[in-house]
T-cell receptor, first 114, second 115 residues
Framework: DGGITQSPKYLFRKEGQNVTLSCEQN?????MYWYRQDPGQGLRLIYY???????QKGDIAEGYSVSREKKESFPLTVTSAQKNPTAFYLC?????????????FGPGTRLTVL | AQTVTQSQPEMSVQEAETVTLSCTYD???????LFWYKQPPSRQMILVIR??????QNATENRFSVNFQKAAKSFSLKISDSQLGDAAMYFC????????????FGTGTRLQVFP
């Protein structure tokens, strides 16, 4: 079945540690996105990539980093510089270059900083 | 900058009845896209319906329809014959026509469906 997978579903991190969230898609989509969801704030864009080896900052990129070495994969690293990392993280993908294209979302990763 | 506002944090409806969720947005652009996404308790976002701003006809998908008022910058979602499975968070989202990098989301409306 085609879709987006995110792992792990739940992740716990100690303060000061970096942690990487996985996102993989087999939809052959060019564009991939990372969103952060906090209670009462909707989704906010962290990073996006429209092609392999290229990515752009979104609205809240500080404290995060990404890579796009393969079309299928777009991992997100939450660094120790992120002041309030506890949140729900959603990865999405779409066919690039058209605004009406649906973004398909993964099931998300809940990150908790202890 | 574009903004999306959902002024109803929570709504409730009885099974088989109709409910309307409100969404307003602010933009200076004339061409854009609007979306309603559903987030059930599983938390996976699912596209419900989309509307192109250049189309005057309101989009419809089975029991879901929108009332798109471009001049008023309003984009409400009507759910007819509500079912228990419709219970979820609903997010309104905006995307520009030319800059396809992101969706701009509202804060969501939690819909409860009572039997």
């Amino acid at each position: 079945d085609g879709g987006i997978t995110q792992s792990p579903k739940y992740l716990f991190r100690k303060e000061g540690q970096n942690v990487t969230l996985s996102c993989e898609q087999n939809l052959n989509h060019d564009a991939m996105y990372w969103y952060r969801q906090d209670p009462g704030q909707g989704l906010r864009l962290i990073y996006y990539s429209q092609i392999v080896n290229d990515f752009q900052k979104g609205d809240i990129a500080e404290g995060y980093s990404v890579s796009r070495e393969k079309k299928e994969s777009f991992p997100l690293t939450v660094t120790s510089a992120q002041k309030n990392p506890t949140a729900f993280y959603l990865c999405a993908s779409s066919i690039a270059d058209r605004g009406d294209n649906e973004q398909f979302f993964g099931p998300g990763t809940r990150l908790t900083v202890l | 900058a574009q903004t999306v506002t959902q002024s109803q944090p929570e709504m409730s409806v009885q099974e088989a009845e109709t409910v309307t969720l409100s969404c307003t947005y602010d933009t200076s652009e004339s061409d854009y896209y609007l979306f309603w996404y559903k987030q059930p308790p599983s938390r996976q976002m699912i596209l419900v319906i989309r509307q192109e701003a250049y189309k005057q006809q309101n989009a419809t998908e089975n029991r879901f329809s929108v009332n798109f008022q471009k001049a008023a910058k309003s984009f409400s979602l009507k759910i007819s014959d509500s079912q228990l499975g419709d219970a979820a968070m609903y997010f309104c989202a905006y995307r520009t026509f030319y800059n396809t990098d992101k969706l701009i989301f509202g804060t969501g409306t939690r819909l409860q469906v009572f039997p």
